[in-house]
């Protein structure tokens, strides 16, 4: 099946800073979703972007599917973004999401 | 509020046992799933439906069953408790391959 890596898998970030989160994927997909994690555990869908670029406020996402990577950027963090960041995709005529390990962001005030 | 409901929330059982999780959907969507989170392990995928009528077993299936009781309700059932099933178990649904939109979880304890 699909590997999927995230890095870096922690991240202590000041209020205020911006940071760039990593995700990559071993073969070709045709799903790719960015999710968070709040401390509460609940999951958050952000984005669905197989591939091209999505902007929603402060966060925006690329991916580029050629090179089997994403991106997800998060500018001007707030302690509210807290949590764990997981990149998930799956292959083509495939219902299963594979789930990278991912990237636990802390944010202090 | 439109969403993914799960009941419930917090259980705890003694090996050996059986329970149902209980998930239903209000968005009318058409793929239901079931995923188990661990520490360390991100979320790994037990069964899913793709559609009414229809499951299949996911990366880690092993001492689960499930029923896709009509389009709205998917229930995870574990028919002999084992500690090593302990662990935080999500439903999601979605339409086509996109927007998942998971349940708040049930945290299960097995002692």
């Known amino acids: 099946g699909i590997q999927v890596e995230q890095s870096p898998p922690d991240l202590i970030l000041q209020e205020g800073a911006n940071s760039t989160l990593r995700c990559n994927f071993s073969?070709?997909?045709?799903?790719l979703q960015w999710f968070h994690q709040n401390p509460w555990g609940q999951l958050i869908n952000l984005f669905y972007?197989?591939?091209g670029t999505k902007q929603n406020g402060r966060l925006s996402a690329t991916t580029v599917a050629t090179e089997r990577y994403s991106l997800l950027y998060i500018s001007s963090s707030q302690t509210t973004d807290s949590g764990v960041y997981f990149c998930?995709?799956?292959?083509?005529?495939?219902?299963?999401?594979?789930f990278g390990k991912g990237t636990k962001l802390s944010v202090i005030p | 509020n439109a969403g993914v409901t799960q009941t419930p929330k917090f259980q705890v059982l003694k090996t050996g046992q059986s329970m149902t999780l209980q998930c239903a959907q209000d968005?009318?969507?058409?793929?239901m799933y079931w995923y188990r989170q661990d520490p360390g392990m991100g979320l790994r995928l037990i069964y899913y439906?793709?559609?009414?009528?229809?499951?299949d077993k996911g990366e880690v299936p092993n001492g689960y069953n499930v029923s896709r009781l009509n389009k709205r309700e998917f229930s995870l059932r574990l028919e002999s408790a084992a500690p090593s099933q302990t662990s935080v178990y999500f439903c999601?649904?979605?339409?086509?391959?996109?927007?998942?939109?998971f349940g708040s979880g049930t945290r299960l304890t097995v002692v």
């Open positions: 998930a995709v799956s292959g083509a005529g495939s219902y299963q999401l594979t």
């Open positions: 439906s793709a559609s009414e009528g229809t499951t």
């Open positions: 073969d070709s997909v045709n799903n």
């Open positions: 972007i197989p591939s």
């Open positions: 968005m009318n969507h058409n793929s």
């Open positions: 999601a649904s979605s339409e086509l391959d996109y927007g998942y939109t």
